[in-house]
């Protein structure tokens, strides 16, 4: 029987003062809280035999005050000739500063910084103030011989803006986050790459009111970093929203891109198709800062009409008839569903439990034969047009019949829409309790779907006392992909990273790619040549060398580009 | 009043012997003949002042055994080194061969081939029977600096396969034509390149009986040259078929492709989508041989259910109500239709002509506003499931009716479906007269359509006796093409091309892309430097570079990859 009180850790409310390592690592608004619920804690004792004496002491928690003792490499000339371009005041050393945009939201990166531990920091933070600026700060370095990172929402997994290499980090929200133009004829929006996901889409949503537009719209874009995230990340690293199965993911709605390289400043044209040979507007998508920085970004936006979107949701009895009945959904021609997840048997019955089914339904649902370990949650959103969206949630329900799905109507997802950015905000509380979860992801064809999902969560679970849960949240006619979500306990950072490598490994034996949506960065960068081939690698090698001979823009490992080719795989990967 | 029996020039239904020049440049099957209908004849009386006499005598007609009295530039040493890999069967000098293989289907090409002119020619034509033959054929070119080009289909329509620096001609249509494998549960299909449209097609729809699948397909890719266009033309240049607003252009429907390359041999991932840095599978689309050669691809295939099929075709009372109508049908979110057309008043008016409109239906829709050189014909289809098919059809309907269009019925649909191939058959007919018919075509954002079509109709007009005729048939949210026919009497190729440039650079210069689905050749190359912009044209050089070091696939002006970039636009398009 659980007590009629039940034991609550003492989850942090402490936001982190500023200066600090956890200010640097914690995700979100350093006010905003979201922990565990009991279900948790239950869930949390029952897999990894943890007692209310393992909630007492903390580990790692980052509380004190980062200091550097790393004097920056640049030279006073060198630093004068930054403050002339962009004025003293966008110009900082701060140790602070420096170690602040010098990090993503990585697990390995909490685990360090929880215990002080600071790896690679730029020599200079530089806040350019518009595109003129980028291109006489990049002239500037490429005489010099300067490295450049670049900073925007900084919620990348992957290492993917790690100054290795020190140099300058452009940190792009601070002024080039602006709206610049919304084009309704065309129906695209012009906007400077620093601008965040809120201000972005409540632009396009307010668009009478702030452009006198005839209509409102919507971006279409909204990863779980949304809040955090800006969209030129969401361009240079190829992410993907939660609704893209009707939306298109990222390098999708990207009609035409601004750079400026080593090699030159380009704006791409804007026309929805050409065939005028390779499209450099192709070419740049997913180049995450290697070939130069975003400027300007021009996207497809669309009508905004919640009033017409519709929900959805489902009890599958497997999760082979889950992945057969959302195969035929996505490849029926009929319109495709906004949103549209499936969960795995180990994540529906944990979510289940986690964010609580009424005991009543549970009961009717194993009677009914959906079985907790064999039963697959899925929930959707339709929009679109009014009667299209009618179109297509009857269409899925006739669908989900078929393969003997219960419907559980409109609530499972409104529930999943509230908190859909709002999870990440739960990682700092388990980490301070020893805890580690974090994510894998990957692409597929429905052909090698299942082996992939075998393959990688029976490497997770032969690890004692590991938690994995699954789910499929992005849909093509030609496959989806797969969120692998892990919880554990580590020994440290190295345990952690050997078996983080030990999952990429099988996701890349199992037939899965490397990454659906967080892009590679300098994580899985090691595992790049393996996966493209020597000849592909060479490609983007050949591009590479075009835009930045000297290897200024995020060198130190970034896709792979300037890794020694002979070191692959897990090889590679080691303590900082 | 009109002679009751209709004067009928004496069009040709002489089948080209073979070896002429003729049998180059006539268009599709031989013994395939289609004649301008009595309409014709009456608009080119009309039009250009001609007479029953100047149906007498014929220009250029070809008839003439193609002798070519220039010798191949290779080896005994080198032919045999060829005949070694695809054996001596598959290779050949012979005069008629070289030039067969050395020629697409312009106007310019029709014009010179007409009066026995042979412009350049490769020494040897070669058939690779696999992707092996073509991987040693390409080791052997490049240890020999042999240039190598590549004839598919031969429907180019831009010198886009024209071997000026002599070399090989690498044929794919003569074994490298196979349809590879059906996947049905990621829906798609593996070819070789060589293959053409209806043979693809059939297999598709043939899916039970061929490969006992459990449903027929579709590729959704019907160029109006798709009788004679290959899979793999489709793709290396951009191609876009009659029904690309609801199945995607060539680029979208590829999924992976597999390349022979100086630089190395690789395939694609099949991945639906990846954020694993820039997309070789990108980069290689619209290369136009340049870069190396396509030897299998996959793409995406679609459910064909042609009893789903929809039709539909409307009056608007304008081109401005049509252009308005189409981008809000496009805009709509209720899903689009798959062929999409609106033809510009005079093509509307041209066409009620040429293809006979009944005078009662002419006096009505006068009578009800819909005036001569105003009004504009709207023709469609719609795909997919039954229902959805419903949905799109009633939207384009209420949208139509809200711009004041009169509802055709679906006559016209099946009428202009029944004859899309067939058009470019009386070219022939209309050369051996002095008549030449052409096209350009572009794409266009929404808001830069209206200049771009008066910009290019005014100086199209401005010269006496020509006529201009303009539709839109592929389109998208942010735009749509512009497909410029215009017919006129020329003085020859050079006065010919002369016209033809001017067209090119008012397209340019009122914002329309360079092509939207013919590529770009070597017609068109020397505008691309103005029209990419120096930084773009060197990512396109740069790659060229590295895939083809020795510049020997499909060099001498190809994509203006090595055109002298001081010479642009129609300064260089001359003679040969």
């Not at 891109?257 to 070419?283: C, L, M, R, S, W």
């Amino acid at each position: 029987m659980r007590p009629v009180k039940p034991f609550r850790p003492d989850w942090s409310e402490r936001p982190p003062k500023k200066g600090t390592f956890r200010a640097i690592f914690k995700y979100g608004d350093p006010n905003t809280f979201k922990h565990p619920g009991d279900q948790w804690v239950t869930m949390l004792k029952d897999e990894f035999g943890m007692t209310d004496e393992d909630f007492k002491s903390r580990r790692g928690e980052g509380r004190e005050k980062v200091a550097l003792d790393r004097p920056g490499r640049l030279s006073a000339d060198q630093i004068n000739a930054f403050a002339d371009i962009v004025g003293r005041e966008n110009i900082t050393t701060d140790d602070y500063q420096r170690a602040r945009y010098a990090y993503g939201k990585t697990v390995e990166e909490m685990m360090e910084l929880g215990q002080g531990i600071i790896a690679d920091v730029a020599d200079l933070v530089v806040h350019p103030r518009h595109k003129d600026d980028v291109r006489r700060i990049i002239r500037y370095c490429s005489g010099e011989k300067i490295p450049v990172y670049v900073f925007s929402g900084g919620s990348s997994v992957n290492l993917g803006l790690r100054p290795v290499r020190g140099g300058i980090t452009l940190v792009m929200t601070t002024h080039m986050n602006r709206f610049l133009e919304l084009n309704e004829t065309n129906q695209t929006a012009r906007v400077q790459p620093g601008i965040f996901g809120p201000a972005y889409e409540t632009a396009l949503n307010q668009a009478p009111e702030r452009f006198s537009a005839t209509r409102r719209y919507t971006g279409g874009h909204f990863p779980q970093s949304f809040e955090f995230s800006t969209v030129g990340g969401w361009v240079v690293t190829l992410g993907s929203g939660q609704a893209s199965t009707y939306y298109g993911d990222a390098a999708d709605l990207v009609i035409s891109q601004e750079y400026v390289t080593p090699a030159g400043h380009f704006k791409t044209h804007d026309y929805p198709a050409a065939a005028t040979g390779p499209k450099v507007n192709d070419i740049m998508k997913g180049s995450e800062g290697t070939f130069g920085v975003l400027v300007e970004v021009t996207l497809k936006v669309f009508r905004y009409r919640p009033e017409n979107r519709r929900y959805f949701s489902f009890m599958f009895p497997s999760w082979k008839a889950a992945v057969m009945a959302s195969r035929e959904i996505v490849q029926g021609e009929f319109g495709r569903p906004a949103v549209y997840r499936i969960s795995d048997p180990e994540e529906t019955d944990r979510g289940l439990k986690l964010y609580g089914i009424p005991s009543i339904v549970d009961l009717f649902l194993k009677k009914r034969g959906f079985n907790p370990m064999q039963r697959c949650l899925c929930l959707g959103t339709v929009e679109g047009d009014r009667d299209f969206t009618r179109l297509v949630k009857r269409r899925i329900r006739q669908i989900a019949r078929r393969y003997r799905a219960f419907y559980l109507g409109g609530y499972g997802s409104r529930k999943w829409e509230k908190t859909r950015f709002t999870e990440p905000y739960m990682r700092e509380d388990l980490h301070d309790f020893g805890i580690t979860i974090d994510t894998l992801e990957t692409s597929v064809t429905w052909d090698h779907l299942h082996a992939l999902h075998r393959g990688v969560r029976m490497y997770i679970k032969r690890r004692p006392r590991t938690v994995c849960m699954t789910h499929a949240s992005h849909f093509y006619p030609q496959g989806t992909n797969l969120y692998f979500i892990f919880i554990g306990r580590f020994d440290g950072v190295d345990d952690y990273r050997a078996f983080q490598a030990g999952v990429i490994d099988q996701i890349q034996k199992h037939g899965g790619s490397l990454s659906h949506h967080h892009g590679i960065g300098r994580m899985i960068a090691p595992w790049m040549t393996d996966y493209l081939g020597e000849e592909q690698m060479a490609v983007l090698r050949a591009l590479k060398k075009h835009f930045d001979p000297d290897n200024i823009m995020n060198p130190g490992g970034q896709l792979g580009l300037d890794l020694n080719p002979a070191r692959r795989g897990n090889q590679i990967r080691k303590s900082t």
